[in-house]
């Protein structure tokens, strides 16, 4: 059995640590120290989509489903890792893509491994990154899709006013995982994904690990 973890490390942004514009930044501040206090004690500051995240219906819809309102097992099962690095960086995932993926039955967990995966090595946040089209987003949730998941910060284009790929997956109760490093999976095959957000109440999404096992 081997595991992957394709969670990104979460660390000040001033380490390089992307954050998609807007979004509250990664900080971290030591308050307490085993030289003086006998104990060494941080204290955070993060936005609910740093690094490795859910999103869920309450990012967008007031009154939506917060982070402890799924089933778990939506994010804890058999998991296709889609290879989709042929796709510029900038473009989109489309529903074209999509069909030619040869996936011969449906899955319920899918995880998009594009060029994205490679811009984890920059020092900062990169606007153009591959996406999943709205149309081939309409056609996973029409498929009944449990979760989704991408290799950067967003499922949606940069700077997409509508956010339209996050409506089509999120009104068919499909999650969304951002924020995940497949550069060191193996892709057109299926793993054991678990992906476990912190269990945080009444929020539009939370910070996860996530991981695959062969």
Same mark, same amino acid.
């Given at each position: 059995?081997?595991l992957?973890?394709?969670?990104?490390?979460?660390?000040?942004?001033?380490?390089?640590?992307?954050?998609?514009?807007?979004?509250?930044?990664?900080?971290?501040?030591?308050?307490?120290?085993?030289?003086?206090?006998?104990?060494?004690?941080?204290?955070?500051?993060?936005?609910?989509?740093?690094?490795?995240?859910?999103?869920?219906?309450?990012?967008?819809?007031?009154?939506?489903?917060?982070?402890?309102?799924?089933?778990?097992?939506?994010?804890?099962?058999? !998991?296709?890792?889609? &290879?989709?690095?042929? $796709?510029?960086?900038?473009? @989109?995932?489309? =529903?074209?893509?999509?069909n +030619? /993926?040869?996936?011969?039955?449906?899955?319920?967990?899918?995880?998009?491994?594009?060029?994205n995966?490679?811009?984890?090595?920059?020092?900062?946040?990169?606007?153009?990154?591959?996406?999943?089209?709205?149309?081939?987003?309409?056609?996973?949730?029409?498929?009944?899709?449990? !979760?989704?998941?991408? &290799?950067?910060?967003? $499922?949606?284009?940069?700077g @997409?006013?509508? =956010?339209?790929?996050?409506? +089509? /997956?999120?009104?068919?109760?499909?999650?969304?995982?951002?924020?995940?490093?497949?550069?060191?999976?193996?892709a057109?095959?299926?793993?054991?994904?678990?992906?476990l957000?912190?269990?945080?109440?009444?929020?539009?999404?939370?910070?996860?690990?996530a991981?695959?096992?062969?």
């Amino acid at each position: 059995m081997t595991l992957y973890d394709i969670s990104v490390p979460l660390r000040p942004p001033i380490q390089g640590t992307h954050v998609y514009p807007g979004d509250v930044p990664f900080s971290v501040t030591r308050v307490k120290t085993a030289h003086k206090d006998g104990v060494n004690l941080s204290q955070m500051e993060i936005g609910s989509h740093n690094g490795t995240h859910i999103d869920v219906p309450a990012h967008l819809f007031d009154g939506g489903m917060v982070t402890e309102g799924f089933p778990l097992d939506q994010l804890v099962g058999p !998991a296709w890792v889609a &290879d989709c690095t042929d $796709v510029t960086e900038g473009e @989109a995932i489309t =529903l074209d893509r999509l069909n +030619a /993926l040869g996936i011969e039955e449906s899955p319920e967990r899918i995880l998009f491994k594009t060029r994205n995966s490679n811009l984890w090595k920059r020092d900062n946040f990169q606007m153009r990154y591959v996406y999943l089209g709205v149309d081939a987003a309409r056609a996973l949730a029409e498929r009944g899709v449990k !979760a989704v998941g991408i &290799d950067y910060l967003s $499922v949606d284009r940069y700077g @997409a006013p509508e =956010l339209e790929t996050h409506v +089509a /997956l999120m009104v068919a109760g499909t999650i969304i995982i951002e924020g995940i490093d497949l550069s060191g999976v193996e892709a057109d095959r299926s793993y054991d994904l678990a992906c476990l957000p912190l269990k945080i109440a009444g929020l539009d999404g939370a910070p996860a690990r996530a991981v695959l096992r062969d």
